[in-house]
């Protein structure tokens, strides 16, 4: 069943008209729809949906003076315990009746003073009204089997949820303006034309015009590449909302302390002449060029008789193993050593790595760029954490080793989920095509584009179970 503005939801039908995680269309479920924490926020909103939602709204809320319970009205007033009569709140209260509403059912919103208190009273006595507490997701769940939101739309909510820059702000606003769905939307419907015509033939070719083999090829190869696109795409997309995991790492007193703060621009590690100062792992977060990077400070690695450092050095191994990249930091005045040449050793295969010297303003810059015992040119960079020279390049320098050269030209990006089923897709039109190019039957051709344009239904929710939705949803927040 399409994602089709107005339609109206089957209750007996596929999972998009389906009865939902209550078994019931006219449950009402209820959550805080806002971050709520001790002396923090002005504003709290409790969000209900469901059929139930205006008539409890009514008994809980009294407005003063004639004021109209029109939809999409603000009515001003308080929230009240019917059992006490004991005013809870001053509030605003926010009707949307179906269909003009988020989930496309009655929907009811106070807005409550911020703090913990006060929003979690009107919640129990919302609750204790008839509505049940939402499920993580739920709220966009609804919206999305009435219609209301693609699947793709309705991910990109959460992802617009979770940004961590303003890139990746970007990338959910195009998914949830409909970029990616009318992509794959598109590339799907292309793969349903042509099935559409090898089926035909395949019963009735004697009564219909000869179909061009290199033509259905040219065009099953075109789709093929364009998904294949987005795929390596999608993981630079995942780096730009997830981040990347920077270890830095490099002998005692080689200046890691000094660099994490250099980068983060604050006093986050403490610095010291002292080798082994660092004794636990130090993370710092900051955004460069649009990607969220979380730089870990690493205790130095040596040999070491010190408990409390060799539980650092231990916690410094396992940081090196599970980052994204590694900045592996030398001494410049020291030059390359066999502990260095160690330390690189223990760099994961494939695992992006750059070699940084530090303390260049110790040397002149011929001997910056050429420490003793490395080879020439296998330095990537010379920085004086110190002074700072050098280590606005270091930042650029690092997310190209990690291939991200153009991330400004991503439009839309496939998350996880997604990615694997337009890889799966790739893999079915591989197939399809082995069949063309060994000049099998038609009916060999359907069978793995079909299933192509299957793993295409099931990225905007096309084609889903009720099962994949309920492991979707489940990753949203609370309310949302």
Not at 324 to 346: I, Y
Not at 405 to 425: W, Y
Request: hydrophobic share 45%.
């Amino acid at each position: 069943m399409d994602s089709v503005a107005g339609a109206a939801p089957e209750w007996d039908s596929d999972p998009r008209g389906g009865k939902g995680k209550s078994g019931d269309p006219g449950d009402t479920i209820a959550a805080i729809a806002t971050a709520v924490a001790p002396g923090a926020g002005s504003v709290a909103i409790v969000r209900l949906s469901g059929s139930s939602s205006e008539a409890i709204g009514r008994r809980l809320f009294t407005a003063p003076g004639q004021q109209v319970w029109d939809s999409h009205r603000v009515l001003y007033g308080h929230v009240v315990d019917p059992a006490s009569g004991e005013r809870v709140d001053e509030a605003l209260l926010l009707l949307m009746r179906a269909p003009r509403s988020f989930t496309r059912e009655n929907v009811v919103e106070f807005h409550c003073h911020g703090g913990l208190v006060a929003v979690r009273r009107v919640l129990e006595l919302v609750l204790a009204a008839g509505a049940r507490l939402a499920a993580a997701g739920e709220f966009s769940q609804r919206a999305f089997l009435n219609g209301r939101l693609d699947l793709t739309r309705a991910e990109a909510l959460m992802e617009l949820v979770a940004a961590r820059s303003r890139r990746a702000a970007q990338l959910a606003m195009a998914g949830l303006d409909g970029g990616l769905q009318r992509r794959i939307g598109a590339l799907r419907e292309r793969l349903l034309d042509q099935l559409a015509e090898l089926e035909a033939r395949v019963d009735f070719e004697e009564d219909l015009p000869r179909l061009d083999p290199l033509a259905v090829r040219a065009e099953l190869e075109a789709v093929r590449g364009e998904l294949a696109a987005l795929v390596v795409e999608a993981r630079q997309g995942e780096i730009l909302r997830e981040g990347l995991r920077v270890a830095i790492v490099g002998r005692p007193n080689v200046g890691k302390s000094s660099l994490l703060n250099r980068l983060s621009r604050r006093e986050r590690a403490i610095v010291t002449d002292l080798p082994g100062t660092t004794r636990d792992l130090l993370e710092s977060e900051l955004v460069l060029e649009g990607v969220p990077l979380t730089l870990l400070d690493t205790a130095g690695i040596r040999a070491t008789t010190d408990p409390l450092e060799r539980l650092g050095i231990e916690r410094s191994r396992e940081a090196l193993a599970a980052a994204d990249a590694v900045l592996l930091l030398f001494d410049l005045s020291a030059g390359w050593t066999a502990e260095d040449e160690a330390l690189q050793a223990l760099v994961p295969a494939g695992v992006p790595l750059l070699r940084v010297g530090n303390k260049a303003d110790l040397l002149d810059a011929d001997a910056a760029t050429a420490p003793p015992g490395m080879p020439a040119g296998a330095a990537d960079l010379a920085i004086s954490a110190h002074s700072g020279a050098g280590a606005e390049a270091l930042g650029p320098l690092l997310l190209r080793r990690c291939g991200l050269q153009d991330l400004q030209g991503i439009a839309v990006a496939l998350n996880q989920r997604q990615r694997e089923l337009a890889a799966t897709a790739v893999q079915g039109l591989e197939r399809s095509l082995a069949a063309a190019d060994a000049g099998l039957p038609w009916d060999f051709w359907t069978i793995d584009l079909r299933d192509a344009a299957r793993s295409l239904g099931a990225i905007t929710g096309e084609e889903v179970s009720e099962a994949v939705l309920d492991r979707v949803f489940s990753r949203f927040c609370i309310g949302k």
